[in-house]
């Protein structure tokens, strides 16, 4: 998948023009691409399009019209767009309450080592291309991960969107959290047809 360009950007009364529109639909494209694993984390699977949202939104909201900051957005989402035979994703943890949030994420620092695809029972580990916690006192709230998808698990994965009895599941192996979800048929499609844009 090929990053956002700048020619790709509108301005921001052009934005507004088709913003509801344009958000609608990728509003729709992310509820397939947002899955939950156990009951603090919630993962939403990036696009092009979902990264082209989050820049102009920020654009919008910001009121960026400098070329330095424009560009500063585009470096700094084009880090979401998978590349060749990758997957990206967005992880938040859900823990509302500002002090259970501290000391879940004290619990869980790392925990973006700890995460991975299982693409009919290969194990595709994540990693981090942004900041790594590793060496805080604890995690973040956000975190940023890819997952470069071999060959066979490739094939796996567009044979999962064929054939629903073919298992892929987003496992957390964290000492301090563990969950695993089966993701679903429609979001499996989102995944194949990223692995082939």
Do not use: W
Request: proline residues 5%; hydrophobic residues 40%.
């Amino acid at each position: 998948m090929k990053p956002i360009d700048r020619g790709e950007l509108l301005g921001i009364a052009e934005y507004e023009a088709i913003r509801e529109h344009f958000r609608a639909r990728v509003v729709a494209e992310k509820k397939l691409r947002r899955v939950s694993v156990g009951p603090a984390v919630t993962v939403i699977f990036e696009s092009r399009d979902t990264v082209l949202m989050q820049i102009q939104e920020m654009i919008r909201t910001e009121r960026i019209t400098r070329p330095a900051g424009i560009e500063h957005e585009l470096e700094t989402y084009n880090e979401l767009v998978p590349g060749d035979k990758e997957l990206s994703c967005t992880m938040m943890i859900d823990v509302i309450d500002k002090v259970e949030r501290d000391a879940f994420l004290r619990d869980v620092r790392g925990i973006q080592q700890h995460v991975a695809l299982v693409i009919d029972g290969e194990r595709i580990g994540a990693r981090c291309p942004t900041k790594d916690d590793s060496g805080d006192e604890r995690a973040v709230a956000v975190l940023y991960l890819k997952f470069s998808i071999p060959d066979r698990a490739a094939q796996a994965l567009r044979a999962a969107n064929a054939h629903a009895t073919l298992p892929v599941e987003l496992a957390i192996d964290h000492p301090n959290y563990a969950a695993r979800v089966r993701l679903p048929r429609s979001t499996v499609a989102e995944l194949a047809q990223d692995l082939d844009a």
